[in-house]
């Protein structure tokens, strides 16, 4: 018979430890452990249960099916057991506690600290954590439990990944007011291949629907700057005759105060992208992460209300 309290001792930790960096020497350093320790570890874990949990592999450990079972029981307990940790410490009343939070770039100009500085006005003690990648490290932060929340652009829906929000983000063009175009109402693809483009590197949603579009189009798109900075490509955009491309919510500020033109792309698939809040699948959030949720959410429904009727 399986002896189920070793689930909840520290072979548990070290194994899903190994399970996120995809070696036992990785999982060390991080731990500030010896190798030999977690290995025992393992071994006793697939002792205790009378299977084997990792297909040893020429760079490391991988998962097999019954370590995938067990680390994703073994994480939603880790992380009710940190929930109910923090509910204690806030029982009365949001006085303390931390929201973990992932996002891609464009979020992290301004919508976010906004949001985290509005949160903050009536919840002075909640400290916040935020890390800012692409979406495939959105969502992967999010599925090893490292964040409570992930905010980022998508186009189809992610495995174990809870969509808490969702509206359209429909792609624009970007350019200085100045710009020939910038007078138009709207543009298409096409008239767009004459100016000097700043686009995402190829590994970032926007830049791979744009592609898609084109390809469909037969239309080639030739890259002055290509980066996988936001800040750098409205900077082109600031800067002379370039043109860019970004979302209403990622650029706001900069279109409210009159230092961007951001115009509607005729183009039908260049509407198809969205953005989602999103958390893990059949997690129950903290207290305090719960009750940020609802910040955002609100924040993201007026913005989008407000940049519809700016359309």
Same mark, same amino acid.
């Given at each position: ?136 490290? #959105?969502?992967?932060? @999010? !599925? ?6 992930? *905010? ?5 829906? &992610? %495995? $174990? ?85 970004? #979302?209403?919510?990622? @650029? !706001? ?6 230092? *961007? ?5 005729? &183009? %039908? $698939? ?42």
């Amino acid at each position: 018979m399986t002896n189920t309290r070793v689930l909840q001792e520290t072979a548990v930790r070290y194994f899903l430890e190994v399970v996120r960096r995809g070696s036992i020497t990785e999982a060390a350093l991080t731990l500030n452990v010896a190798s030999s320790a977690i290995s025992r570890q393992i071994s006793r874990l697939e002792d205790e249960l009378d299977t084997p949990l990792f297909e040893r592999i020429s760079r490391g450990m991988k998962p097999n099916a019954a370590g995938e079972l067990l680390a994703a029981h073994a994480l939603r307990a880790q992380l009710e057991t940190e929930r109910i940790g923090n509910e204690l410490l806030a029982l009365k009343g949001l006085r303390r506690g931390e929201v973990k939070l992932a996002s891609t770039e464009g979020f992290a100009l301004d919508f976010l600290p906004e949001a985290i500085e509005h949160f903050r006005k009536q919840h002075s003690g909640i400290r916040f954590e935020l890390s800012v990648g692409a979406a495939g490290d #959105v969502a992967q932060a @999010i !599925r090893e439990g490292s964040v409570d929340i992930g *905010l980022t652009f998508t186009m189809a829906p &992610d %495995r $174990d990944i809870k969509v808490e929000y969702a509206q359209r983000a429909p792609i624009l063009a970007v350019m200085h007011p100045h710009h020939p175009l910038a007078g138009r109402k709207q543009v298409v693809l096409s008239e767009l291949a004459g100016y000097p483009l700043a686009l995402p590197k190829k590994n970032i949603t926007m830049r791979r629907l744009i592609d898609a579009c084109c390809s469909r189009k037969n239309l080639l798109l030739e890259a002055t700057l290509s980066s996988d900075s936001i800040n750098a490509l409205l900077g082109f955009a600031l800067a002379g005759d370039g043109v860019t491309f970004a #979302v209403g919510l990622s @650029i !706001r500020k900069l279109v409210q105060n009159g230092q *961007l033109v951001a115009l509607p792309i005729r &183009d %039908r $698939d260049m509407n198809t992208l969205q953005m989602e809040i999103q958390s893990l699948s059949g997690r129950t959030l903290p207290q305090a992460a719960r009750a940020f949720l609802n910040t955002l959410t609100t924040c993201a429904s007026t913005d989008n209300a407000l940049l519809e009727g700016n359309g």
